[in-house]
DNA sequence: TTTTTATTACGAAAATTGTCGTATATATTT
DNA sequence: AAATATATACGACAATTTTCGTAATAAAAA
């Protein structure tokens, strides 16, 4: 099985989320959330969830007569690398040029932009 | 057709790059500079193309005995579109938050750093 | 006007992802 | 033990994207 550790789908990704909130979970708590938002059969989930595993995403582990599934990789370096790929892939290779898009789009919100400012200045102290 | 112009996939994204770059172009140009890092076939590039202009994506005008084509969005607007997919899927919507991300990674460079904080001060001028 | 060359159109197959129905297995209840 | 309920395994289909071979068209050369 190739390595795609790092590169979820969309529809893992949203699989990914709900683990990294709260870990391990069984496949019926994880599709129980995931009803909430979308229309999706319990196989459905179950049979992505079994695909992340044999990727190297997900690990499990039994728990009574289900098994209790966890995330196999960081929240961070998925982040990392999905932040990596679009910048590689629509901005050129450049961060400040998407960090520039992004903070120059009205729908970033004032509360957003402190925010943001407040990162630079710590990274700037601890220079 | 469905309305899909603002989310090219990876190979229409390569495409829409080179044209962003120098537009309009034949399909033997775009397919010449994709070739440089890319093994492809003439036909594969010309169908893609043909598959984004029928999206809308593209549009193309007769030039001699061949067509010259051209992107039918922005960049910015392609940008932003890409950024607030990752955003909602794998930031929680939270924008600073990938930002944060961003600025953490050493595989920012010092240059891109001062480039980022620039673009914050300008903005702050700006308000 | 044939022949050659260059460009486009089209169809179809491969790859990936997302979908779920059905079967199997295991435990729980009656 | 038989019936019921719960969880997993598996296969198959649908949708999308990527791939390219081949045919058709049009232009240029011989």
Redesign the interface.
């Known amino acids: 099985m190739k390595n795609k550790k790092n590169t979820p789908t969309?529809a893992e990704?949203?699989i990914l989320?709900v683990l990294w909130e709260d870990e391990p979970r069984s496949v019926k708590e994880i599709h129980k959330e995931l009803s909430k938002v979308k229309n999706v059969g319990y196989t459905t989930t179950l049979k992505i969830m079994q695909n992340m595993t044999a990727k190297g995403m997900l690990d499990r582990k039994p728990e009574g007569k289900c098994h209790l599934y966890f995330t196999n990789i960081p929240k961070?370096d998925?982040?990392?690398n999905?932040?990596?790929r679009?910048v590689d892939?629509?901005?050129?290779g450049?961060?400040?040029s998407?960090?520039?898009?992004?903070?120059g789009?009205k729908?970033?919100s004032e509360k957003?932009?402190n925010?943001?400012?407040r990162?630079?200045e710590e990274?700037?102290k601890n220079q």
């Open positions: 969309t990704l949203e989320n961070t998925t982040q990392q999905l932040i990596n679009l892939s629509a901005f050129g450049s961060a400040s998407l960090v520039m898009q992004l903070l789009n729908k970033t957003e932009l925010e943001i400012k990162i630079i990274i700037e």
